[in-house]
Structure formats: structure tokens, C-alpha cells
């Protein structure tokens, strides 16, 4: 089977993790509304505090992701 997966870009993923943080709404229920896969978004969230988030005394640096 040829298995193809979608692809999202940056600025959709820095919208999706701004929701998250700002809209009061559960990651299940954004993904739903956003039609994303299932616990996409908190893996999205994970990657990005583990990309930015190396020690406490860091600043916060801009919102980014790679993947």
C-alpha cells in the first residue's frame, strides 16, 4: 500500500499551539475542530518545549518548529 501522510505548515502548527494556549479548549477537542489526527498537536507542543525549554534561566525565544 502507498501510505501517503499529510503535511502541515509551520504557521499552521504555531496557530494550532496558539489555540491550545489561548482558547481554554482541550487538545482533543482543537484537533477535532482543526481536523488533525489524534494527539497530534500535544506532540507538536512537546516537540517545540523540548526544542526551546533547555533550563530554567532561559529566555524565551520565538516560537519555531521543525517538524
Do not use: C, N, V
Request: aromatic share 8%; charged share 35%; hydrophobic share 30%.
Amino acid at each position: 500500500m502507498d501510505r501517503r501522510y499529510r503535511t502541515y505548515t509551520q504557521e499552521f502548527k504555531l496557530e494550532a499551539l496558539e489555540l491550545l494556549k489561548s482558547s481554554g479548549k482541550s487538545a482533543a477537542q482543537l484537533e477535532r475542530e482543526l481536523g488533525i489526527t489524534k494527539g497530534l498537536l500535544l506532540k507538536w507542543r512537546d516537540r517545540y518545549h523540548h526544542l526551546h525549554h533547555t533550563g530554567p534561566l532561559e529566555r524565551e525565544r520565538p516560537l519555531t518548529l521543525t517538524a
